[in-house]
T-cell receptor, first 110, second 114 residues
Framework: DAKTTQPNSMESNEEEPVHLPCNHS???????IHWYRQLPSQGPEYVIH???SNVNNRMASLAIAEDRKSSTLILHRATLRDAAVYYC???????????FGKGTSLLVTP | KAGVTQTPRYLIKTRGQQVTLSCSPI?????VSWYQQTPGQGLQFLFE???????NKGNFPGRFSGRQFSNSRSEMNVSTLELGDSALYLC?????????????FGPGTRLTVL
């Protein structure tokens, strides 16, 4: 599986936008970019995914570089509830398992 | 729609014993995956079942096994428990039609091996 690289941790102020980066220089043409997050004492939850174009949903936006070697998860207004570990995962249609890396631990301060 | 449920939520066992964990997927989902989460190794994929067949398997010893029933409920079993098996065991369900289907996770079972 192609690997992703994320910063170990990031910090944000409440109600500020947060940009969580992910590098995936060996991504293949069939890999989708997925983001999951894990809040404290909970199982992971799906956030967003995309292939080539930028994507928006009620939780976040996903900006994908033109060469697809990197992407950024954008939380438009961080809340305390967004404090979690965020995982950037590459998946293709033949890979049913989620290959979690270390993720980025996001701290949100009031 | 009810979410993924896992039972029991907490379990304490001693070395050498065996344990069975249960997972009930979201209604209509045919795929159930199991993951182990430890502070040292993070989240690691154990195996995935789809329509009662193991479709994918991670890199874990044969002491870890699972099965899926016709109603899509799944169980995983760990035999001859070791201290290192202490972990949070997470189950996730999905439709399972394609590899990129969203996976929905349960709250996990916290297993402590003494």
């Amino acid at each position: 599986d192609a690997k992703t690289t994320q910063p170990n941790s990031m910090e944000s102020n409440e109600e500020e936008p947060v940009h969580l980066p992910c590098n995936h220089s060996t991504i293949s043409g069939t890999d989708y970019i997925h983001w999951y997050r894990q809040l404290p004492s909970q199982g992971p939850e799906y956030v967003i995914h995309g292939l080539t174009s930028n994507v928006n949903n009620r939780m976040a936006s996903l900006a994908i570089a033109e060469d697809r070697k990197s992407s950024t998860l954008i939380l438009h207004r961080a809340t305390l509830r967004d404090a979690a570990v965020y995982y950037c995962i590459l998946r293709d249609n033949s890979g049913y398992a989620l290959n979690f890396g270390k993720g980025t631990s996001l701290l949100v301060t009031p | 729609k009810a979410g993924v449920t896992q039972t029991p939520r907490y379990l304490i066992k001693t070395r050498g014993q065996q344990v069975t964990l249960s997972c009930s997927p979201i209604s209509g989902h045919r795929s159930v995956s199991w993951y182990q989460q430890t502070p040292g190794q993070g989240l690691q994929f154990l195996f995935e079942y789809f329509s009662e067949t193991q479709r994918n398997k991670g890199n874990f010893p044969g002491r870890f096994s699972g099965r899926q029933f016709s109603n899509s409920r799944s169980e995983m079993n760990v035999s001859t428990l070791e201290l290192g098996d202490s972990a949070l065991y997470l189950c996730a369900s999905s439709r399972g039609d394609v590899g990129t289907d969203t996976q929905y996770f349960g709250p996990g079972t916290r297993l402590t091996v003494l």
